[in-house]
């Protein structure tokens, strides 16, 4: 590992707070995410970022309730509440979270007729969101993922990124789960697929001891 990225996945008001999509504990990760930034030389962020009427809100479904399962598309697919939708408070940055260590960001989510959990491909892997040349150009070869949802964003972002580089980390500790049951399913997954899981204590030991440094100075 020369070349290190970290993906800051999901850190938005509408997973952070009660009125939408809230997933327990995401609160919490700011601060870690913010001390973890500075010391990764590429940092991304994601944003979900859906229209009023995108195909994964319940509110498309007649009759359904939310976290239902339901079908998009052919496929099945998890009802969500209305969240995140582009240019609302909910698809905002979480304040507190230092974006000015943001080197890019990548929007998904937008086609109404597809969800896209990774912020690679759509959940048909359909239609690229340009990471992947992002992170080719500059020259990256290492993922770390943190953020939101660990059992969903980032278990398909963590699974797409294997295309990428064999060399993925998920920072367990700074990610928080919808729900205990997909959490541990996707722990199992990720095991299985030889996808690292650390903590954030790990992540700063393995970063000095490969003499990386990040982007920014370290506060
Ligand atoms: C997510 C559910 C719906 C996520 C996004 O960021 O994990 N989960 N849309
Ligand atoms: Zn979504």
Request: charged residues 25%; aromatic residues 10%; glycine residues 10%.
């Amino acid at each position: 590992m020369k070349n290190p990225a970290l993906l800051v996945v999901d850190i938005q008001n509408g997973f952070v707070e009660e009125s939408e999509l809230p997933v327990p504990g995401g609160g919490e990760l700011i601060e870690p995410i913010n001390k973890l930034m500075p010391l990764f030389p590429v940092v991304v962020a994601t944003q979900d970022w859906h229209p009023p009427d995108h195909g994964s809100f319940y509110t498309r479904h007649r009759g359904a309730k939310p976290y239902e399962m339901g079908e998009l598309g052919g496929e099945p697919q998890v009802l969500w509440p209305v969240h995140c939708v582009a240019g609302t408070r909910g698809a905002d940055f979480v304040e507190g979270l230092k974006v000015e260590y943001l080197q890019a960001v990548i929007r998904k989510g937008m086609d109404p007729e597809v969800d896209s959990y990774s912020t690679f491909y759509d959940n048909f892997h359909r239609n690229p969101s340009g990471l992947r040349g992002y992170l080719r150009e500059r020259g990256v070869d290492a993922i770390f993922l943190a953020g939101l949802a660990f059992d969903y964003c980032v278990l398909y972002s963590a699974r797409d990124a294997l295309e990428f580089t064999s060399e993925i980390y998920v920072i367990e500790d700074a990610c928080r789960a919808v729900s205990p049951d997909t959490a541990a399913a996707a722990r199992e997954e990720m095991i299985s697929k030889n996808i690292n899981l650390l903590k954030i204590g790990d992540v700063v030991n393995l970063l000095t001891n490969s003499g990386i440094s990040g982007a920014f100075p370290r506060e």
